[in-house]
């Protein structure tokens, strides 16, 4: 498994990012925070690939 197919869970993404999950989930509902991949158990997760194309975006906007 690469880098970019690492699935990191909801919990770990926030921290890196530095938010709440309520953050989070406002970031969200505004289309600004990485997409998130449900798993059949129902935990969330985000690709690597994925949160890294989020960071970059943001160097972008700045």
Known sequence: MTR???KIPLKDVLKEMG???A?????RA?????KLIKLPNGHLR???????H???????TA
Request: glycine content about 6%; overall charge negative.
């Open 19 to 21: 938010v709440s999950r």
């Open 23 to 27: 953050a989070f989930y406002r970031m």
């Open 4 to 6: 970019t197919d690492v």
């Open 46 to 52: 985000v690709s690597r690939a994925e949160l890294d």
């Open 30 to 34: 505004r289309g600004q925070a990485p």
């Open 54 to 60: 989020w960071w970059d975006g943001l160097e972008e």
